[in-house]
């Protein structure tokens, strides 16, 4: 990873944004919305965490969990248009990979299950998926596009691409025809 992909990536963070209808400029987006704040500080310590500089990706670490109270490892992989509608108890793990368009509510935890022997042990979340407010998302499973997970839903299984997963139950989602 190059630092010219780091600083495109927190571009196109900060123009995404600032795009959300607010009437705030880019720089006030980048003072005072947390949300931001915290896919910045995480893209710093990805960016250092590969070029094997993982003290300084610990600090940034440390700033996300001090300066706004979520945590996300510098060692997980997150696409573009990473939004977090209220960046307050978030943890994302280490082995974690996210794809484009993926929105999480607060006080989402994805994440290693602790069973050691289960590979991979780190869910795949991939492209337009929503995870709503104190959902658990653990283990090596997948959350296939476009699907939601509901608030409050503990998901420890697959959830199959277009679908909505509330803890035990997984449902198709109803698509209108074009």
Not at 15 to 25: I, L, V
Not at 58 to 86: D, P, V
Not at 87 to 108: E, R
Request: net charge positive.
């Amino acid at each position: 990873m190059k630092f010219r992909e780091v600083l495109n990536l927190v571009e196109s963070d900060i123009r995404f944004y600032s795009h959300g209808g607010g009437k705030r400029s880019m720089i006030g987006n980048i003072l005072f919305d947390a949300s931001l704040q915290l896919v910045i500080l995480y893209r710093i310590a990805h960016y250092f965490q590969h070029k094997r500089k993982p003290a300084i990706a610990k600090i940034c670490e440390w700033l996300q969990i001090i300066l706004i109270g979520c945590y996300i490892n510098s060692k997980a992989e997150i696409g573009r248009n990473f939004k977090i509608a209220h960046p307050v108890g978030i943890v994302i793990g280490d082995g974690v990979k996210i794809g484009n368009n993926v929105t999480i509510w607060q006080n989402v935890t994805i994440g290693s299950s602790g069973r050691a022997k289960e590979l991979p042990s780190y869910p795949t979340i991939e492209d337009n998926v929503r995870i709503f407010a104190n959902a658990v998302v653990v283990g090596g499973v997948k959350i296939g596009r476009n699907s939601v997970i509901g608030a409050l839903s503990f998901i420890n299984k697959d959830v199959p691409a277009d679908s909505v997963a509330l803890t035990d139950r997984i449902f198709p989602q109803k698509r209108e025809r074009q």
